[in-house]
């Protein structure tokens, strides 16, 4: 009987396909980007606005106030700004690689034609920008900071395509959000290469250890998430301690995190279905049989979604709405002074993100395509790889993230300066160029 109730169901709805599955968390992850793109927005405008205020040194120096915790003889102590981006943007790089594991296991990263496309924007997007920069900065005090323009940001740019709607293909969406996620992971790699101090291998080597554990309980089919939350900030602390940036222990565990689900629909709907086999029991709510169905079946709902699922649909609110903006706010303020416009760090800042970016983007594209590497989609013109390549040039959270890192405090407000300008000319003018290449905003074929 359950058999035939359930054939009736399957007929009453159309067939379900891949990408039914994968469509719903797509449009959810670009609709929170988007919004959280405004925030962000927010926030950075009332930092710069407090920031060349009346207020703008108690402002900036709440930012400096120290905290931290003793364990025995290991101290860990911060600048509050330092906790911010040391700390909590790890969750920003766990969740981006959740977001890297799910496009790899099933999304477009899954076809590797389609995967070469975004893969080849981003090198060129990385790779060109830093090599203009360091033409221009080679033996000056800014040289360092070349990695501060390889990185894109992903809510500004996904927020800039939500102002163009249905005038731009999906294939773009795509594109730009692998692009953006590619962007990232290779920004953390920067980091933990470029800019990490000496290293302490002992540390390093618990660090290792949590991970291999991390992964034993996986295979050994531990499901609780707060126990590999504890595991996960001992890693955190060890990876801290060896001298390696710590914001990449989040890189790595959302890579290990399983994109799987553990539970299939057809077994979730004869668990189900088992429930409602039994009748109404009047034994109260003792040791049941029928109760211990329904424990099974509260599992089993839970496990049709995968851990990559189910973390990304948590965390990616907080992300967006609370540690970005939080991030922005503690790190965008900066005293605009005219005399920065003309400084060499400004100027090679800005010629990184404006011209190298859109130029590495379009050409690496263009490359990996003529090559044969990549596949271009039929509705995604070069015109418009040119105005994603513009906005890919909005560096905001990674460039202020990477330039904290990289310059000294005589030239980091400079810096900031040419991510500001940069990021505001690469969204202007990108959305010039994609409004202008759909002028009458029909709504445009998406790509499959």
Known sequence: MSEDRQTDG???????????????????FLAIEATAGVVLLSFTVAALLISNSPWAHPFLSVWETQVGFQVGALE??????????????????????????????????????????????ALGGMLVPAAFYLMLQSGRPGESGWGTVMATDTAFVIACLALLGSRIPQSLRVFMLSLAIVDDIGAILVVAIGYSGPIAWGALA???????????????GFRGFPLYFLVGGMVWLAVDASGIHAT???????????????????????ILDRVVAYPASDEGSGDTKDRHT??????????????????????????????????????????????????????????????????????????????????????????LLAGGGLLAGIGFTMALFIANLAFSPSLIDSAKLGIFLASVFSAVAGLALLRGLSPQGAPARTAR
């Open 206 to 220: 618990l660090g290792a250890l949590g991970i291999v554990i991390v992964r034993a309980m996986a295979l050994a």
């Open 294 to 383: 329904l424990q099974v079946a509260e599992v089993a709902a839970r496990e049709t979604l995968s851990p990559v699922e189910r973390l990304e649909m948590a965390l990616h609110p907080w992300v967006g709405f609370v540690i970005m903006p939080l991030f922005a706010f503690a790190n965008a303020g900066v005293p605009i002074s005219s005399g920065d416009l003309a400084n060499s760090v400004t100027v090679a800042v800005f010629v990184g993100f404006a011209l190298g970016k859109p130029i590495g983007v379009l050409a690496f594209s263009w490359l990996a395509v003529r090559s044969g590497i990549a596949l271009r989609p039929p509705d995604l013109g070069w015109g």
């Open 248 to 270: 990449v222990t989040g890189v790595i565990l959302g890579l290990l995190t399983p994109a799987r689900r553990w539970v299939s629909d057809e077994r979730l709907h004869a």
């Open 10 to 28: 399957d007929l009453g709805r159309l067939p379900r396909e891949l990408v039914d599955r994968l469509r719903k968390p797509f449009a959810r």
């Open 76 to 121: 860990f102590a911060r600048s509050l700004r330092d906790w911010i981006n040391d700390g909590l943007m790890t969750l920003f790089f766990f969740l981006v690689a959740l977001e890297l594991k799910r496009e790899l296991v099933l999304g477009e990263l899954n076809n590797p034609r389609m995967a070469a496309l975004s893969i080849a924007g």
